[in-house]
């Protein structure tokens, strides 16, 4: 057991988390993202490790330090956040916190130049794949799978709907309505097969905190 640990709940679990966005390259200048500072996923990297569990955080390009005791690995785009998540199975919880970008186009080698007539590029998409969709129907399933939410409207409505759609067992819904992106708070509802629970608007460190506990609750 890591040496920081403020505790042991999660002692030899292997906790795997994405965090932060996802980039495509349109061009070797230019590229398509989510809006995402990824504190809420490294927060929560952090505090699992914190109770003992072995954290891998797969993270989308941040501007962040790594939590104490997790091991990062950094990517760019969403497949290869995909093929990061598939390498670092088998884990015991998985808890996909990543903004992925939803599509891709075919990046150009070469910078796409202004055409100076007021002509625009067409750019051609394609979808990417789902990395918590996909992991929740393989045969190497965590044990327990948890989506995030962002919605602006229809908020637990969506949320309920990913958790089916998606095979997750909580989806955890923020509403990005309120002071939430890039902010030091967020406004949380944990969506379970038993039903919703809403926390209070936290610091995105106690949200961690919270889930973290939750999570190795859920393992025990
Ligand atoms: N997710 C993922 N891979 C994707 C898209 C999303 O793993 N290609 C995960 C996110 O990390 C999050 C959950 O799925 O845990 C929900 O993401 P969200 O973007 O809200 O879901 P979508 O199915 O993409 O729906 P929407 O049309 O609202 O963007
Ligand atoms: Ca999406």
């Given at each position: 057991?890591?040496?920081?640990?403020?505790?042991?709940?999660?002692?030899?679990?292997?906790?795997?988390?994405?965090?932060?966005?996802t980039h495509e390259p349109i061009d070797p200048v230019r590229y398509i993202a989510n809006r995402?500072?990824?504190?809420?996923?490294?927060?929560?990297?952090?505090?699992?490790?914190?109770?003992?569990?072995?954290?891998t955080l797969v993270a989308g390009p941040v501007t962040l330090p790594t939590p104490m005791g997790v091991t990062r690995i950094d990517v760019e785009t969403a497949r290869e956040m995909a093929a990061a998540v598939d390498a670092a199975l088998p884990a015991d919880a998985a808890v996909m916190v990543a903004a992925v970008a939803d599509w891709r186009t075919e990046a150009s080698p070469e910078k796409i130049k202004k055409t100076g007539d007021g002509a625009v590029p067409a750019l051609h998409f394609t979808e990417n794949p789902d990395i918590l969709a996909t992991l929740a129907a393989s045969p190497a399933r965590p044990r327990l799978v948890i989506g995030f939410a962002a919605e602006t409207e229809k908020l637990i409505e969506h949320a309920t709907a990913k958790r089916a759609?998606?095979?997750a067992d909580w989806i955890v819904a923020n509403d990005v309505s309120v002071d939430v992106m890039g902010g030091e708070r967020n406004s949380v509802h944990i969506v379970t097969a038993d039903g919703v629970e809403s926390w209070e608007t936290l610091p995105k460190q106690a949200v961690?905190?919270?889930?973290?506990?939750?999570?190795a609750q859920a393992l025990a």
């Amino acid at each position: 057991q890591a040496h920081f640990a403020r505790g042991n709940a999660l002692a030899g679990r292997h906790v795997l988390v994405t965090a932060g966005p996802t980039h495509e390259p349109i061009d070797p200048v230019r590229y398509i993202a989510n809006r995402s500072s990824g504190k809420q996923g490294f927060a929560i990297a952090g505090a699992l490790a914190a109770l003992g569990a072995r954290v891998t955080l797969v993270a989308g390009p941040v501007t962040l330090p790594t939590p104490m005791g997790v091991t990062r690995i950094d990517v760019e785009t969403a497949r290869e956040m995909a093929a990061a998540v598939d390498a670092a199975l088998p884990a015991d919880a998985a808890v996909m916190v990543a903004a992925v970008a939803d599509w891709r186009t075919e990046a150009s080698p070469e910078k796409i130049k202004k055409t100076g007539d007021g002509a625009v590029p067409a750019l051609h998409f394609t979808e990417n794949p789902d990395i918590l969709a996909t992991l929740a129907a393989s045969p190497a399933r965590p044990r327990l799978v948890i989506g995030f939410a962002a919605e602006t409207e229809k908020l637990i409505e969506h949320a309920t709907a990913k958790r089916a759609r998606k095979r997750a067992d909580w989806i955890v819904a923020n509403d990005v309505s309120v002071d939430v992106m890039g902010g030091e708070r967020n406004s949380v509802h944990i969506v379970t097969a038993d039903g919703v629970e809403s926390w209070e608007t936290l610091p995105k460190q106690a949200v961690a905190d919270r889930l973290a506990a939750r999570i190795a609750q859920a393992l025990a």
